[in-house]
Each structure stands twice: as C-alpha cells, then as structure tokens.
C-alpha cells in the first residue's frame, strides 16, 4: 500500500499505470473470489482504498491546474 507522500510524488503517467496496475489486480481477485480460489478477501478492500487514494490525487491535481 502506497503511502499519501508517495502518491503525491507521483507523475501523472505513474499514477495511471497504477490505477490500471490496482484495478486489474482487483479484477483477479474477484474472480478468484468467484472460483473459490481466493485467500486473502481483504486484499480487495485494501485495493479499493488504494484505487479511491489515486483517484482522489488525480482529482485534486486536475482542480489545481484550472
């Protein structure tokens, strides 16, 4: 999990390829979930939170630059 510093450290293109790295994570997951094969069911969660950090950068970036 990514610390707050470390995303604002972050360039846009790092936090896109993270975004995309996470949300295909979450996606394997989900479907390990489904087969049964899932161990950790709270990586999910932690991903999620991880993917709502990075978006809310984006956010906040593309609201200062206006």
Avoid: C, H, W, Y
Avoid at 17 to 27: G, P, T
Avoid at 37 to 46: D, F, G, P, V
Wanted: no cysteine.
């Amino acid at each position: 999990m990514k610390k707050p510093a470390e995303i604002r450290e972050m360039t846009p293109e790092e936090l896109d390829r993270a975004l995309a790295d996470d949300r295909k994570e979450i996606f394997n997951l989900r479907l390990q979930a489904q087969t049964g094969q899932l161990e950790n069911s709270a990586r999910i969660r932690l991903l999620r939170k991880e993917v709502a950090r990075l978006e809310t950068e984006k956010t906040a970036r593309r609201n200062q630059a206006q």
